[in-house]
């Protein structure tokens, strides 16, 4: 079965200070991920996925992700956070038949 | 190209009523899903439909809760018997036919509220 953990509930940062999330799936095969953020009251959007190839990936408004299989990793970047990134973040891996499993989500927060 | 629909977008009911939450996927798309969003907690996936089929509802409560794709209108969330901890966010999605419902992005509406009082 495939799982996704997000470690991290709350992140705080300042704007314009860089932001990594961290996302930790499981799956025995080579997965296919997504990253999506959902502002309040407002359904997810997607912000980027991998299914293959380079394993950096670029998204919408700034961000990029990094597929690292040796650490099952695929965490989201962005290098400098402005006061309308502060959303919730949602990873999901997905992966033959399976439908996409999504983390708890990962509450960013921006201080001016 | 309209987005995914939802409505209503906040729903109140009281304990024992039924709730009906309707999704319109977006045009062209065949794959509708359901997911529950309970407070500080993640997408839970509840239903995944096609048109006049039922393909997975591993993630749907046994009791009280069904679902349909029909093939005029809309996708409908059926709660029967409502209780207060069907409260939640009820998001849906919907991806067009593709290589597999986990590769196909999935695209969401803005959610239906549900408050039972």
């Known amino acids: 079965a495939q799982s996704v953990t997000q470690p991290d509930i709350h992140i705080t940062v300042s704007e314009g200070a860089s932001l990594e999330l961290r996302c930790n799936y499981s799956y025995g095969a080579t997965p296919y991920l997504f990253w999506y953020v959902q502002s309040p009251g407002q359904g997810l959007q997607l912000l980027l996925k991998?299914?293959?190839?380079?394993?950096l990936v670029q998204g919408i408004k700034g961000f990029e992700a990094e597929f690292k299989r040796s650490q099952s990793s695929f965490n989201l970047r962005k290098p400098s956070v402005h006061w309308s990134d502060a959303a919730e973040y949602f990873c999901a891996v997905g992966g033959g038949s399976y439908i996409p499993t999504f983390g708890r989500g990962t509450s960013l927060i921006v201080h001016p | 190209n309209a987005g995914v629909m939802q409505n209503p977008r906040h729903l109140v009911r009281r304990r024992g009523q039924e709730a009906r939450l309707r999704c319109s996927p977006m045009?062209?798309?065949?794959?509708v899903y359901w997911y529950r969003q309970l407070p500080e907690e993640g997408l839970k996936f509840m239903v995944y439909l096609q048109k006049e089929n039922i393909i997975d509802e591993s993630g749907m409560p046994k009791e009280r809760f069904s679902a349909e794709f029909p093939k005029e209108g809309p996708s409908i969330l059926r709660i029967q018997q409502v209780v207060r901890g069907d409260s939640a966010a009820y998001f849906c999605?919907?991806?067009?036919?593709?290589?597999?419902?986990?590769?196909?992005?999935?695209?969401f509406g803005p959610g239906t509220r549900l408050t039972v009082l």
């Open positions: 999605a919907s991806s067009p036919p593709g290589t597999g419902v986990s590769t196909d992005t999935q695209y």
């Open positions: 045009k062209g798309h065949s794959h």
């Open positions: 991998y299914f293959s190839g380079d394993t």
